[in-house]
């Protein structure tokens, strides 16, 4: 049986269950080099509204790249080297979905982990309904909590497939994954003391012919990116085969 479960019968969304320990190098890593940045004084501007903004935090191995927007108060913190890449990687592997993902996306050989992120924000003033993957990407978003969420922390709002507005409660050790054609948004919720954090990865196909549809919604999300074809972009020529 497989352990991904549709959340609707016509939507490009699933979830699956794990054991939520798979999760704990990244949350010392989001201890230890990470929140330590979100809570000084001069990082203080990056929750605020109104203003889009980059950088990067941490240092040596363990550096990250955010990326925060101006419509909402939510910060991106994707990996920016190997070794921060790897984390996120030995998440993925340790959740042994590889064999099921190939069943939903056009692979040649393998699927490929593109990214990891750690998406942070505090609150969430209107619902931003949006699409992760153009059509025919071969591609998915996995969302997670890494941590607990309060009760006051939003959840996953979604439009089934009579356009009604439906809601994802995150739950620890359970995660949603999310194709194309899948129109979702945060559910509001107002400013709290302790921050949601989500854990979120991208992967799919291994196919560098999907570039076009991919790069609409990976090219910008972070600086460290590995390309379908699974080398790091900017340190081959596999792109050019699409030209």
Sequence with gaps: MSALKKI??????????????ILDDIRSAYHSHILPHLESPEDAS???????????????????????????????VANNNWHTYELFKNVFEALDIRDEVKQLVDFENDITLYSGFLVVGNRANIEAWHLDFVEGANAYTLITPLFELDAGHGNLLYKDTRDDTQTYLYKLGEAIIVGDNFSHATEPYAKTEKPRILLSLTFGTDKIVYWDALKQTIAGQSMFLILPCGHQRGSCQCLESTA
Excluded at 8 to 21: G, H, I, L
Excluded at 54 to 66: C, K, L, P, R, T
């Design 8 to 21: 609707d019968p016509k939507s490009n969304a699933y979830t699956f269950v794990f054991d939520e320990k």
């Design 46 to 76: 990056l929750f605020e509204d109104g203003e889009s903004r980059v950088g990067e935090i941490g240092a040596n191995d363990q550096s990250y790249f955010y990326t925060s927007y101006g419509k909402e108060p939510l910060i991106w």
